[in-house]
């Protein structure tokens, strides 16, 4: 079993940036994939970014490329995600998930966290 708690959210202003973290715990062996979905009340879950275990294999959604950056601390079991030049489109609740190989689908995760609300005003 994977355990994974992302921090990090909160209210920020358009044109500000804010980073997210992911922590995970447990057996996380054969789940090295890491990516960060979010998700609004309104919309489906939403591919941001993917990592491979390594950090060399990125990935990002189209409205997010170029904006955010998506980095792992292996010794820390910890994920982050960069967000830059926040916009109020950005505004979801983000999660960040586990799985054995990088996919854009949230269906291909095994492990999900609890979520963290980031918000953007104009």
């Known amino acids: 079993q994977v355990q994974l708690v992302e921090s990090g959210g909160g209210l920020v202003q358009a044109g500000e940036s804010l980073t997210l973290s992911c922590a995970a715990s447990?057996?996380?062996?054969?789940?090295?994939?890491m990516a960060w979905f979010r998700q609004t009340p309104a919309k489906e879950r939403d591919f941001v970014a993917a990592?491979?275990?390594?950090?060399?294999?990125?990935h990002y959604g189209d409205s997010v490329q170029g904006r955010y950056t998506i980095s792992r601390d292996n010794a820390k079991n910890t994920v982050y995600l960069q967000m830059n030049s926040l916009k109020p489109e950005d505004t979801a609740v983000y999660y960040c998930?586990?799985?054995?190989?990088?996919?854009?689908?949230?269906?291909?995760?095994?492990?999900w966290g609890q979520g963290t609300q980031v918000t953007v005003s104009s």
């Open positions: 998930a586990a799985a054995a190989h990088l996919s854009y689908a949230p269906r291909a995760y095994e492990y």
């Open positions: 447990g057996r996380t062996f054969g789940n090295s994939a």
């Open positions: 990592i491979s275990w390594s950090g060399l294999n990125k």
